[in-house]
């Protein structure tokens, strides 16, 4: 289903774009604040230490997949605009090849350089797992 963004009222469409997002963040937040309720009610300080330690790599990895998007929602709506859906379609399916390489690429950053990254961030040593 192909919905015209350029047809009817900007405010309406806009809206209708942006509800989806702005649930998606809501739902995040909430996420946090219960894991950071959990962590420090019923498991302790370090707890809660480490799960706001731990949302901030999430946080740096999030905004590079929002920044990819971004760059991939151009050429896709480049493509989708001059009414290519061919090109639309390989561009879709080669975003979607690059996303995968690009999660494998923050997972092994993440597995190998998570801690160098967590010492930059003067993370206390008693929130590190035990070796």
């Not at 015209?4 to 309406?12: M, N, V």
């Not at 806009?14 to 219960?34: E, K």
């Not at 946080?59 to 760059?71: E, H, K, P, V």
């Not at 494998?104 to 160098?116: Q, R």
């Amino acid at each position: 289903m192909n919905n015209d963004l350029t047809q009817g009222a900007p405010s309406r469409m806009i809206w209708r774009f942006s509800l989806p997002l702005v649930f998606s963040a809501l739902v995040q937040q909430l996420y946090v604040l219960v894991d950071s309720l959990v962590a420090g009610r019923y498991i302790g300080e370090t707890a809660l230490a480490a799960v706001g330690n731990a949302y901030q790599v999430t946080l740096l990895y999030q905004a590079l997949a929002f920044g990819a998007a971004m760059g991939v929602s151009v050429v896709v709506s480049r493509r989708f605009g001059a009414g290519k859906c061919e090109d639309v379609h390989l561009a879709v399916s080669t975003s979607l090849l690059a996303t995968a390489g690009f999660c494998l690429l923050l997972t092994v950053l993440g597995l190998v350089g998570g801690n160098a990254l967590l010492h930059l961030m003067r993370t206390p040593e008693d929130v590190f797992l035990p070796s």
